[in-house]
């Protein structure tokens, strides 16, 4: 690659040169005419005739000749030191590519969820947050997002031990990165709540009992807590941000997150996918869907 941006920019200055250097132009015409006088030597045996006029242009050639290499020796130097630096730069551009970094991006942060999920795979142990008052999630937009909320298990000792250990990570990150505080809204459902829930129709949940990783403690919905209440809405600017935040995290953390499901999106979702555990429906229906909930 270095010697094709050598070759590159050293053929540019030489038609540069020809193009705008008239003596330049006057060598590169007689090498031309040199060249070509071989040819005419040879056809010249035949036709005797045209001998004094390939002569003339021979001499011609050499006086052009004479004169460039002038040029040659008066602005060889200049002619050297100019290509060198054209072909220099890119070179130099070429070394120093590896130290380029692009605009917002923080290596220190990405490091930083490297270590804590290094430490939570090799058996850190997080603490899950003491549970909050029950009338917190009464309010008329926690009870939209989930229907029957009295119904739904906050408690943390019923996910998958891996999964709570990711969620609780992830928490704990948009906490101390962001300032954000999360809210676990439901984690495991039984067959039963999530039948109930199907019943209601595709726009609630597409999965029914079984095919949905919150009956084995696999999925979880999340909120934000802003200005002491809870808000789960994405209307909410807070929230949207939140949202992405959340997603980004959970990404990092191999977890799927609901917003990046191109049919029925859930912002606040987020699951560790497992193959084969989902239960597939019976013959003639549509088969379980990690994006379902």
Same mark, same amino acid.
């Given at each position: 690659?270095?010697?094709?941006?050598?070759?590159?920019?050293?053929?540019?200055?030489?038609?540069?040169?020809?193009?705008?250097?008239?003596?330049?132009?006057?060598?590169?015409?007689?090498?031309?005419?040199?060249?070509?006088?071989?040819?005419?030597?040879?056809?010249?045996?035949?036709?005797?005739?045209?001998?004094?006029?390939?002569?003339?242009?021979?001499?011609a050639a050499n006086g052009h000749a004479t004169q460039a290499s002038r040029v040659a020796r008066r602005y060889g130097k200049w002619m050297l030191m100019a290509m060198s630096l054209l072909a220099g730069m890119p070179l130099l551009a070429l070394a120093l590519h590896q130290w380029q970094q692009l605009d917002g991006f923080d290596h220190t942060r990405s490091h930083e969820v490297?270590?804590?999920?290094?430490?939570?795979?090799?058996?850190?142990?997080?603490?899950?947050?003491?549970?909050?008052?029950?009338?917190?999630?009464?309010?008329?937009?926690?009870?939209?997002?989930?229907?029957?909320?009295?119904?739904?298990?906050?408690?943390? @000792?019923?996910?998958?031990?891996?999964? =709570? $250990?990711?969620? /609780?990570? !992830?928490?704990?990150?948009?906490?101390? %990165?962001? +300032?954000?505080?999360?809210?676990?809204? @439901?984690?495991?459902?039984?067959?039963? =709540? $999530?039948?109930? /829930?199907? !019943?209601?129709?595709?726009?609630?949940? %597409?999965? +029914?009992?079984?095919?949905?990783?919150?009956?084995?403690?696999?999925?979880?919905?999340?909120?934000?807590?802003?200005?002491?209440?809870?808000?789960?809405?994405?209307?909410?600017?807070?929230?949207?941000?939140?949202?992405?935040?959340?997603?980004?995290?959970?990404?990092?953390?191999?977890?799927?997150?609901?917003?990046?499901?191109?049919?029925?999106?859930?912002?606040?979702?987020?699951?560790?996918?497992?193959?084969?555990?989902?239960?597939?429906?019976?013959?003639?229906?549509?088969?379980?869907?990690?994006?379902?909930?």
């Open positions: 690659m270095v010697f094709g941006v050598l070759l590159y920019f050293v053929l540019v200055t030489a038609v540069l040169a020809i193009a705008f250097l008239a003596p330049v132009r006057a060598w590169a015409w007689s090498r031309a005419h040199r060249f070509m006088q071989g040819g005419k030597a040879a056809a010249s045996t035949a036709l005797s005739s045209s001998q004094a006029g390939l002569q003339q242009v021979a001499h490297n270590e804590q999920v290094a430490a939570l795979l090799h058996g850190e142990q997080l603490v899950a947050p003491p549970p909050l008052p029950p009338e917190l999630f009464t309010t008329r937009e926690v009870e939209q997002a989930i229907p029957f909320v009295h119904q739904a298990s906050r408690q943390w @000792e019923l996910l998958d031990e891996d999964f =709570r $250990q990711r969620m /609780l990570l !992830a928490f704990k990150l948009m906490r101390e %990165q962001h +300032g954000i505080e999360m809210v676990l809204l @439901e984690g495991y459902r039984s067959p039963e =709540r $999530q039948a109930q /829930l199907a !019943a209601m129709g595709p726009q609630v949940t %597409q999965a +029914g009992a079984f095919e949905s990783y919150h009956q084995y403690g696999l999925a979880a919905d999340c909120a934000f807590m802003i200005n002491g209440r809870i808000v789960v809405s994405e209307a909410n600017p807070q929230a949207a941000r939140a949202y992405d935040l959340l997603g980004g995290i959970a990404k990092s953390l191999g977890l799927t997150w609901g917003g990046d499901w191109r049919s029925l999106k859930d912002l606040g979702h987020v699951e560790l996918s497992r193959p084969g555990v989902l239960r597939t429906r019976t013959a003639g229906a549509a088969p379980a869907s990690s994006q379902a909930h």
